[in-house]
Structures are given as C-alpha cells and as structure tokens.
C-alpha cells in the first residue's frame, strides 16, 4: 500500500509560482510512475502530466504549455509539480497520483491505482 500526501496549495497571484509536493510513503516509490490530475470547480477532474519511475521521461497534458514542470526525489519518496505563471483557470484542487496499472492512457483516472487527498490551488489577486 502506498500513501500519497500532498502539500504546498494555497492562494496565490494571478502571474505567480508555486510547487505542490507529494510524499509518497512505502518502499517501492522509486519503481513507480508517478502523476498529477486536478479538477477546477465545476468541471471534470483533468489529467496535468506523469514523469516515469528513473525521472527521464514525462508527459504533459496540452494546456500546460511549458508553465508547468513535474520532477521527483527519489531518496526523499517525493515528486513536485512546478506551476510559473498561474492563471485564475489554473484554480484547482491538484491531486497526486501514483503506480500507473498499465491498460489505459495515462491520462485516464482510471489507470491509477494511488491517488492523494488533494491540496486546493486558488489563483486570484
């Protein structure tokens, strides 16, 4: 079992940054993709990207647009989602994925198996 915890939302500036953090419990963090969804008020929960278990591969949902950056440390079990340039569209609960199953895209909910209680991004000045 893995527990996946997030941390570092809050309300920030419209043109301002911020890095959401995850820590992932459990031994076997450094052997699994890992991922961000987030779900604005009002719309579907949507896929932001995933980064793979070594950190060299990602992939990026088409509206992040080089604004967001995904990275992890795998001595510290966590992985981190770089927001620069926040928009108000950007207001989301943002949730931490983990162990990709395989069968579905990446960037279906339903391909993963961990998920995190979700921390809210609010993006307004």
């Known amino acids: 079992q893995v527990q996946l915890i997030e941390s570092g939302g809050g309300l920030v500036q419209p043109g301002g940054s911020l890095r959401i953090s995850c820590a992932a419990s459990g031994r076997t963090f450094s052997n699994k993709n890992m991922g961000w969804f987030r779900q604005a008020p009002g719309k579907e929960r949507e896929f932001v990207g995933s980064i793979s278990p070594s950190g060299r591969s990602l992939q990026y949902a088409d509206f992040v647009k080089g604004r967001f950056t995904i990275s992890r440390d795998n001595t510290q079990s966590t992985v981190y989602l770089q927001i620069n340039t926040l928009k108000t569209e950007d207001t989301a609960v943002y949730y931490c994925?983990?162990?990709?199953?395989?069968?579905?895209?990446?960037?279906?909910?339903?391909?993963?198996?961990?998920w995190g209680q979700g921390t809210q991004v609010t993006v307004s000045s």
């Open positions: 994925v983990g162990g990709y199953r395989g069968g579905d895209s990446k960037s279906s909910s339903r391909a993963w198996e961990y």
